[in-house]
């Protein structure tokens, strides 16, 4: 049987009560390669990650979206192939937008805000998750420069499940410097407490913010 086969034979049920990380691992032992290297084992892994994201961990989603993926990534699902073959569901679309800070692309940047504010998401949830992103790239910048393990700082800092945020903001942190994370993390700060007051429209707090952020990111 061959592997997309394999995948067609699980039920829903089979995916209700499993974890992101259950999920990561049902996938790590079907589609990895006794010859391959740590850098499949991590795009293996984040493309898990990233898919349950993109299903919003809905079991019927997610399995739909993992036999569509297996048939057409018979050798190995990337995170390339989530991208391109799974629409993501708003909470996921808000997810995005610091991957699109994080890889220094404005434009794209800028129209994400745009997709989600149409979506009706609101300015002050996109700026959470965005602070939470930037906060997980200082964490990890910060306990890594002291030299502390990811899995003791995972830990200590109370990353439960398979600790994915901080995963992903320890494998992003090497793009910042830690002066600048706390620039910006300031500039993150002093948005949310604009958009609590009745002053500037959270949107153009959040458009401003972000387009700070991008002048940080150049100067340092």
Known sequence: MGRAERWNHLEPSDLERMSTA??????????????????RMERLYYAAQLLAEYCGR?????????????????EGITPEDVRSLVA????????????????????AAMAAINDLVFLRESPVSILSILSMAFVDLYRAGVARKAGIPDAEAK?????????YRYDKGAQNQR????????????LLAEADKQMKTTGPDARVVLETTVAEIFREMEGA
């Open 22 to 39: 259950g999920l990561e691992k049902l996938l790590l032992q079907d589609f990895q390669d006794p010859e391959s290297g740590e850098d």
């Open 58 to 74: 809905e079991p019927q989603r997610m399995l739909t979206e993992v036999q569509k993926l297996a048939a057409h990534s018979p």
């Open 88 to 107: 993501p569901v708003t909470e996921a679309r808000v997810f995005d937008l610091p991957d699109k800070i994080i890889a220094r692309n404005f434009t």
């Open 155 to 163: 830990k200590a800092l109370g990353y439960g499940g398979s600790g």
């Open 175 to 186: 793009k910042f410097s830690i002066p600048t994370l706390e620039r910006i993390l300031e």
